[in-house]
């Protein structure tokens, strides 16, 4: 597993071992899930902001979030997104969503 070293600020520094401690964790296991939860967090976000603006299908929306069609589809329910794509995309997506 490779190495990264990283200088934080004091006070997330006492974020991290409240939380260590929270979950009776050491620092860096949870280092590693926030990072792991963060990223994920990061990429759904900037796939519902490409497809909210409509420059991304559906499909594409669920590669950049790192999910499966059926749960980008969850995460675009839950966020009551709508898109701007043309009738030929949500076709196209529909045709993907039944292959599954």
């Known amino acids: ?5 990283a200088r934080i600020p004091d006070e997330d520094e006492q974020a991290l071992a409240e939380v260590a401690a929270l979950l009776e964790e050491d620092k ?3 280092i590693r899930k926030a990072l792991r ?3 994920s967090d990061l990429r759904v976000r900037r796939a519902v902001e490409r497809y909210q603006t409509g420059d991304i299908s ?3 929306a ?3 979030a790192g999910v499966s069609v059926a749960e980008w589809l969850e995460i675009a ?3 009551n997104l709508t898109t701007q ?3 030929d995309d949500l076709e ?7 292959d599954l």
């Open 62 to 64: 669920a590669r950049i």
């Open 1 to 5: 597993m490779p190495s990264i070293s």
């Open 85 to 87: 794509l043309s009738p």
């Open 37 to 39: 939860e963060g990223l």
């Open 77 to 79: 329910r839950e966020r």
């Open 28 to 30: 860096s296991t949870v």
């Open 92 to 98: 196209t997506d529909a045709e993907s969503a039944r």
């Open 58 to 60: 559906t499909n594409e």
